[in-house]
């Protein structure tokens, strides 16, 4: 099986959907000939030809409003906003439109369409180039949001995601497009290459979305995260020794709640984790459900490890990035609790 | 332009506000049949012109004149008058209704049922419109079902959306009429992807979007302009200026730059400026941009220059910021009376059956209406069930909305 990389698994996972269906157009921001700014899209306008991928004006409301209209025509769009921070001039054409066409017109209209956007950070990006926005989706009915944390899901992810009938937020980890970052940035760089998730088939699979994985089993906590975090969790199990349970979710709504039920009742704690600030995260909703559902198996409060409630900063981006030695310091305070 | 030391900030007036007198000597009205009509194949830059003038068919005396007149034969021109007038009557007594209680809102045509109802005439089956909230004489020229449109009106039982829309924000894809968002000008940029999508899949359909002349402002207005030229999609970009968003007057959007249609030059969009009381100049400018669109020649703008006679919508009370008198001294005329002159100086019409007529379409309209009522009205009877109201968030419902139903009781 060939090995591949994030942003090849990504590429696959477009290349093989528009073999099977030329109904899938790809374009954005520098997608076109250049094959993007992060090289996801490589290769395809050669490929398929200019009107099935192709170069768009740096106009993100632009883009995702005439993926809207392509999608209603009856095209399958898959589009490329450059960093998810570019995406607020998209937010309405996303939130009020995208998300909406189904119900407002009684399935009349609908809208498959794939918004691919790189996010989080690590990478020193500053505040505009390392935001991690899925609460502002997850927030939104008739959106779907899906974050991977493997080469492997990215791809089978991407392809379920390019065939759901609805439309579906991409959110691709930068710091993990070339090798599974674990938090440790004063590391060597570790590649794909060694790791089991980077084995991709190269023809048509899925990954469903709305399915959790268990990127570590484990036995003493539950941490339930996504993306980039997935790593630091497991870092931080391994460096504690505290056997936790990673629960990676790789799709934040529809929501894999069960697989979050399980892992909880058998364990009796629960961290959440994600590197989005933590006021209104995502993680809030989670914590909330797992004390909705799993209060009288609880030994402690649901924990939350998060970005700090500030702008992404550049100069100190280790010291707002929630590494290994925050998540091992939860862990240890939650089993000492 | 005098210069000054000092800076001042300029924030543009209308004439005339409540008290004034109407005064529209600075609106430069063309005579009838004095705009040219280029090729349908002529190049942008050789056409800048006609975003500054106004076509016009129709002159003073009711003949239809000039290059831009015959572009409809005698017995469409008496369904246009119909359609025109189907529109004004099934907005009276929809206003009627929302005054009675029977829906929350409304939103009516007057003055401007010109455009919608030709310019529906210049399409063809397969076409797609992008609609605002007060297009719906493309659904009445399409001939839409009158009563479907007021089962939605009322949210009752029979509404084809369900009760989930805001009243006239219709949807009908059988009849190429898009979902219309109540966002203004978010649909611009939509029509110009569903064209691409239509170019790229080699098909033979045109989009077409509408937007009012103060959603121009809207940055998803200027992102559907540069798509549309970069692209060349074959989609016609209308926008109604009927001079008031709510209460602010076109100078507000339109800012130093002449005529809105002259928005299109910049992108090297050709433009048209249209009389959008004259049915005949509408239609014939219509198929112009649907013909060259749909020869692949890219992407028209169409400024139809109107006035919107009524209120905004049946929230607005528009005495409050407009002399009352403005609408009867706006000088294009109303576009019923200016078309059935027309039809009565070529003797194809008469006072009399023009009076038959509305009696025809007045028992039409009320036909529909008790049928509609029938189903319910939006406080009394039958309405769509609380169950619906979980349906087609997604294809599939998902298992926290099925939690939700539950939880719901419905």
């Known amino acids: 099986m060939p090995r591949m990389t994030m ?36 290769g395809l306008q050669q490929k398929y030809g200019r009107t099935r991928c192709f170069d768009a004006p740096i106009s993100e409301s632009g883009i995702v409003g005439a993926a809207i209209g392509m999608a209603a025509y009856g095209l399958k769009p898959c589009v490329e906003i450059q960093f998810a921070d570019y995406m607020y001039p998209a937010y309405d054409q996303l939130t009020q439109e995208a998300a909406r066409l189904r119900y407002r017109s009684n399935h009349q209209f609908t809208c498959p369409m794939v918004v691919r956007m790189p996010t989080g950070g690590g990478i020193f990006g500053g505040q505009t180039h390392s935001q991690s926005p899925e609460a502002l989706f997850t927030h939104v009915c008739g959106l779907k949001v899906v974050v991977p944390s493997t080469p492997y899901d990215a791809k089978g992810l991407l392809v379920a995601s390019i065939e759901d009938p609805d439309p579906v ?32 088939p190269e023809g048509h699979f899925i990954v469903p979305l709305g399915e959790a994985a268990t ?123 | 332009m005098p210069l000054s030391d000092r800076l001042s900030l300029h924030v543009p007036e209308p004439e005339v506000r409540p008290g004034g007198k109407p005064d529209f000597s600075k609106v430069d009205i063309p005579e009838a049949g004095s705009v040219r009509r280029p090729p349908e194949d002529a190049e942008a830059e050789t056409m800048r012109d006609l975003a500054y003038s106004i076509i016009r068919v ?45 829906t929350s809102f409304y939103m009516q045509h007057l003055g401007e049922e010109a455009i919608s109802c030709a310019f529906q005439r210049a399409l063809k089956p397969g076409d797609m419109n992008f609609p605002t909230y007060r297009q719906a004489g493309l659904l009445i020229a399409g001939d839409y079902p009158m009563v479907d449109m007021m089962n939605q009106i009322y949210s009752n039982d029979a509404d ?54 103060g959603s121009t402002a809207a940055s998803d207005f200027h992102a559907a302009l540069v798509f549309a030229s970069t ?90 910021y407009r002399p009352k008198e403005e609408s009867s001294a706006w000088p294009l005329g109303d576009p019923i009376l200016r078309l059935k002159n027309h039809l009565i100086v070529r003797g194809l019409w008469s006072e009399d059956r023009h009076r038959q007529l ?52 419905v």
């Open chain 1, 7 to 42: 942003i090849e698994a990504i590429r696959s996972a477009m290349d093989v959907s528009m073999e099977r269906d030329d109904r899938v157009v790809v374009f954005g921001e520098d997608v076109g000939y250049f094959g993007g700014v992060f090289r996801c899209t490589q």
């Open chain 1, 169 to 200: 937020i991409f959110l691709e980890p930068k710091r993990l497009y070339n090798g599974p970052f674990d938090g440790h940035h004063d590391r060597p760089v570790t590649p794909w290459a060694g790791h089991p998730a980077a084995d991709v």
């Open chain 1, 215 to 337: 990127a570590r089993p484990g036995s003493a906590v539950t941490i339930v995260t996504y993306g980039t975090m997935v790593h630091v969790a497991i870092a931080a199990a391994e460096e504690t020794g505290i056997d936790a349970e990673v629960i990676d979710l790789r799709t934040l709504l529809p929501l894999d709640l069960e697989a979050i039920i399980r892992s909880v009742k058998k364990t009796g704690r629960c961290l959440v984790l994600h590197e989005a600030t933590l006021t209104s995260g995502f993680g809030a909703e989670l914590a909330a459900l797992v004390q909705e559902h799993c209060f009288y198996n609880l030994e402690g409060p649901v924990a939350r490890v998060a970005g700090w409630d500030t702008p992404y900063p550049h100069a100190q981006e280790w010291d707002y990035f929630p590494g290994p030695a925050r998540v091992g310091q939860a862990l240890k305070d939650m089993m000492e609790a």
């Open chain 2, 58 to 102: 129709l002159n003073p005396e009711g003949e239809a004149v000039g290059p831009w007149a015959g572009s409809l034969t005698e017995e469409e021109i008496l369904t246009g008058l119909r359609h025109m007038m189907m529109l004004r009557a099934f907005d009276q007594r929809m206003l009627m209704a929302q005054r009675q209680g029977k």
């Open chain 2, 160 to 213: 084809p959306l369900k009760g989930r829309q805001l009243p006239v924000l219709y949807s009908a894809r059988s009849h190429g009429f898009f979902s219309v968002s109540g966002n203004l000008g978010t649909q611009y940029i939509q029509a110009v992807g569903w064209a691409m999508a239509s170019a790229i899949r080699q098909g033979t359909e045109i989009a077409s979007a509408w937007i009012g002349d």
């Open chain 2, 231 to 320: 692209y060349r999609a074959p989609v016609i970009l209308n926008i109604v200026n009927n001079q008031w968003a709510i209460s602010t007057f076109q100078g507000i959007a339109r800012g130093g730059s002449g005529t809105f249609a002259a928005r299109g030059l910049g992108f090297g969009i050709p433009a048209l400026r249209v009389d959008g009381n004259d049915y005949l100049a509408v239609h014939a400018a219509s198929l112009w941009a649907a013909n060259r669109a749909r020869r692949n020649g890219g992407p028209t703008l169409i400024e139809h220059v109107t006035y919107r006679a009524g209120a905004h919508s049946t929230s607005d009370d528009p005495s409050a």
């Open chain 2, 358 to 409: 509305e009696a025809e379409i007045r028992d039409e309209v009320i036909a529909a209406q008790k049928e509609a009522e029938r189903h319910g009205t939006l406080h009394a009877g039958g309405k769509p069930s609380a169950r619906d109201m979980f349906e087609d968030v997604y294809a599939e419902m998902p298992p926290h909305l099925k939690r939700q139903r539950q939880q719901a009781g």
